[in-house]
Every structure is written in structure tokens, then in C-alpha cells.
């Protein structure tokens, strides 16, 4: 673990949620809720920065006057309720997309789509396992006969791809190969995510600091995945968490403490101290 030697002139904090800031059973540290308060009095702005959706970023978070949500993976950036950035996927990728895992499954691979409008996410799998597991991602959900016909009536920002199996090694280089105007990323250990060409949390992340005035000296970015690495690459004060991907741990100049260590409160406490009062020194 490493932290800054000196207090650092952080202004804006972003943070992935799954596996970085969520803890071992998907949940926010108890200890973070009265640091969110010290940073908002303290003038630092908290942004999460999650592949999951805006309308269950904002449920997880609640009313915090002047959040921004980075949702999406950097495909919705929203303040106040309100979009300032989207970037919807190029609407001809879509049919092919839903077709190969239409095919693939129907081969005996254990797949599943979620396409992600800015309404709602669309499933065509109704079973109650698969609808449970994404139901913890996208809170505002519809199972539908025909994801790309609903798709026609929503602004669609990604298209999400579960695999059981591992996404990195067969989902990710299959997506891939079909050479579509869209850029592919591996989100998690079971997930790929199709997006618009560029777009990503670490350009999420530039246009809000260019917007805010705020600089990548001033940034502190956390995150354990690959989607992460653009966003760590735009803050000077990056730390990927010590469950983070190989690759992720390489690219951050801090490793903080794993998610089940709240790692995240206690690099943000270590470069910011004059945040310790009774209220945030107890991790759980």
C-alpha cells in the first residue's frame, strides 16, 4: 500500500463502484456516508464512476445536493437529474450485437444481453436468476420480447454482455472480431460492454474537469477493472485497489488497500487529514 507523503490539493474524487468502492456483499461502507458529508463541507467533490446506470447510481446514493454521476461507463454523465453528457452507441451496431448472442446462446453458451437506454435496460431472458442478477445493476429494468424493437423507442447508450463463462478470454475477442464501429470493453469478470468509439469514464472524466475548472493534479480516481484504466490515466492521484486486475494494479500510481478493507475511505483520509474528526476515523 502506498499513499501520498504530503496532503494533497484533491478537489474532485472519483470512484468505481463494483469491486472498488462497494464492499464484498455490494454494499457502500457504512463509514463512507459521514465522509461523503466532510468532502462536500470541505468543498471536494465526490463523483461515482460505474458501469451500472444512472437511475441506480442515484438509488444507491439518494439525494446529495450537486452529485454527479459518471454512469454508464462514460456514456451518461448526470448532475441534478440531468444529463450534461451522452453518448449514444451508433444505433446499426446494435442488431448484430443482439443477433450474435441471440446465435451464440442459442449454440449452449450462457449468455445473456442488456441493452441500456437512458429510460431503462431491456432483457429478453426472463428467467428469475438471470432478471435477479441484472436487477442489482439497472434499477429501472424491462424483460421484452425483442430488445433491439424496444431499443427503437429509447436512446441506447451500451450494450451490456453477461457471460458465466470468462469474458475477458471468450465474450471480449469474439465481440471483437466482429469489427464493428464501437469500441468493447471487458467491465467485470463476466461482463462486456459495447460503447460509442471514445467513449469511456476517463473522457467522462476530462469533460467534467474541464467544465468544473478542475485540474488532473487536483483528481483523485480509484477503480479495480479495465474499464477503470482511462479513468485513472486522467487523475494524477490514481490507485487501483489491491483486488484490482493485474493490469489495473500496473497502471495506478497508489495501490489502496481492497475493497473489503474500505480502501477507498482510508487512501482518501490518508491524503486528505485534516478530514479526520470522530465521525470518519472508524472503518469498518
Known amino acids: 500500500m502506498t499513499h501520498p507523503t504530503e496532503p494533497a490539493d484533491i478537489r474532485l474524487i472519483v470512484s468505481d463502484m463494483d469491486g472498488t468502492l462497494l464492499d464484498d456483499n455490494g454494499r457502500v461502507p457504512d463509514a463512507f456516508w459521514p465522509l461523503?458529508?466532510?468532502?462536500?463541507?470541505?468543498?471536494?467533490?465526490?463523483?461515482?464512476?460505474?458501469?451500472?446506470?444512472?437511475?441506480?447510481?442515484?438509488?444507491?446514493?439518494?439525494e446529495h445536493e450537486g452529485l454527479v454521476y459518471i454512469a454508464e461507463n462514460g456514456a451518461n454523465v448526470v448532475k441534478?437529474?440531468?444529463?450534461?453528457?451522452?453518448?449514444?452507441?451508433?444505433?446499426?451496431?446494435?442488431?448484430?450485437i443482439v443477433d450474435w448472442v441471440r446465435t451464440t446462446a442459442a449454440a449452449g453458451a450462457d449468455l445473456g444481453?442488456?441493452?441500456c437506454g437512458v429510460?431503462?435496460?431491456?432483457?429478453?431472458?426472463?428467467?428469475?436468476?438471470?432478471?435477479?442478477?441484472v436487477s442489482r445493476y439497472y434499477a429501472?429494468?424491462?424483460?421484452?420480447?425483442?430488445v433491439h424493437a424496444a431499443a427503437l423507442d429509447d436512446v441506447v447508450l451500451k450494450l451490456a454482455i453477461y457471460d458465466v463463462g470468462s469474458a475477458e478470454t471468450r465474450t471480449g475477442p469474439a465481440l471483437r472480431g466482429l469489427n464493428l464501429a464501437a469500441d468493447v470493453v471487458v467491465s467485470g469478470e463476466n461482463y462486456v460492454?459495447?460503447?460509442?468509439?471514445?467513449?469511456?469514464?476517463?473522457?467522462?472524466?476530462?469533460?467534467?474537469q474541464q467544465q468544473l475548472g478542475i485540474s488532473r493534479a487536483q483528481t483523485m480516481a480509484f477503480g479495480d477493472y479495465l474499464n477503470d484504466a482511462e479513468m485513472l490515466d486522467a487523475a494524477e492521484h490514481s490507485y487501483?485497489?489491491?483486488?484490482?486486475?493485474p493490469s489495473i494494479r500496473a497502471r495506478a500510481r497508489n495501490i489502496a488497500p481492497s475493497n473489503s478493507e474500505a480502501g477507498v475511505i482510508?487512501?482518501?483520509?490518508?491524503?486528505?487529514?485534516?478530514?479526520?474528526?470522530g465521525r470518519v476515523t472508524s472503518l469498518p
Not at 458529508?37 to 467533490?45: C, F, I
Not at 429510460?119 to 442478477?133: G, K, L, N, Q, T
Open 113 to 115: 444481453i442488456i441493452v
Open 240 to 245: 487501483a485497489v489491491a483486488n484490482a486486475h
Open 193 to 208: 460492454d459495447v460503447m460509442s468509439r471514445g467513449a469511456n469514464k476517463g473522457r467522462a472524466l476530462v469533460r467534467l
Open 140 to 146: 429501472a429494468l424491462e424483460v421484452v420480447a425483442d
Open 36 to 62: 461523503l458529508d466532510e468532502l462536500a463541507q470541505a468543498g471536494v467533490m465526490f463523483v461515482p464512476a460505474s458501469g451500472r446506470q444512472y437511475q441506480t447510481l442515484h438509488e444507491v446514493f439518494g
Open 266 to 277: 482510508s487512501s482518501i483520509l490518508a491524503a486528505l487529514p485534516h478530514l479526520q474528526d
Open 80 to 96: 441534478d437529474g440531468a444529463s450534461i453528457v451522452q453518448e449514444p452507441v451508433d444505433p446499426s451496431i446494435i442488431l448484430p
Open 119 to 133: 429510460r431503462s435496460a431491456y432483457i429478453e431472458r426472463s428467467d428469475p436468476d438471470f432478471v435477479s442478477h
